[in-house]
């Protein structure tokens, strides 16, 4: 089988798995973050979305951005349809207008205003600050044993009206609370 035969899907799930081999196996090809802004764009493409949510595909950073030009190299690609755009926030405000929204480490004291903001919208939140997804975050990305690894706040993910693909779910280190 060879990868133009594979299904779209399949090609998807085969690059998020991909991404999970050793970081640094890898390192002089990608970065953390350019990496984690792969898993960004695949959890994007892994989600479903409500008609009521925000118009486009926009992918939103708040806080210190630690991807630099990594998550501009997303801006224009396909994501379910709509291309994708890559914003970066400056008041909580704007946070939702985002179909994603990436909380950056630097925004820890501002978390839990940061998700009453968009508490019950249809926003996808991923952070990679500690425990994220314990602390209502819908995905928290996390590097152990050298890989890139992500926990699921279900919860969080139902109360937002989003739905996040079975497989996504199985790729996950922990799903919370386990449907």
Sequence with gaps: MTWQTLGRGMRRLT???ALFFPILAHAAAFSEY???AAF???FASFTDWPSKAAPGMSVCVIGQDPFGRALDALEGKAVKGQSLSVRRLSTIAEARTCRVLFISASEVNNLPRLLA???DLPVLTVSDMDDAAHQGVIIGLAIEKQRITFEINAAAARN???VLSS???N???NVYPRP
Excluded: D, F, S, T
């Design 15 to 17: 690059l998020i798995l």
């Design 167 to 169: 497989r996504l779910l």
């Design 171 to 173: 790729l996950a280190r």
């Design 40 to 42: 960004v764009y695949n």
């Design 160 to 162: 937002a009206n989003i």
């Design 117 to 119: 903001a968009v508490k």
């Design 34 to 36: 350019e990496l984690k």
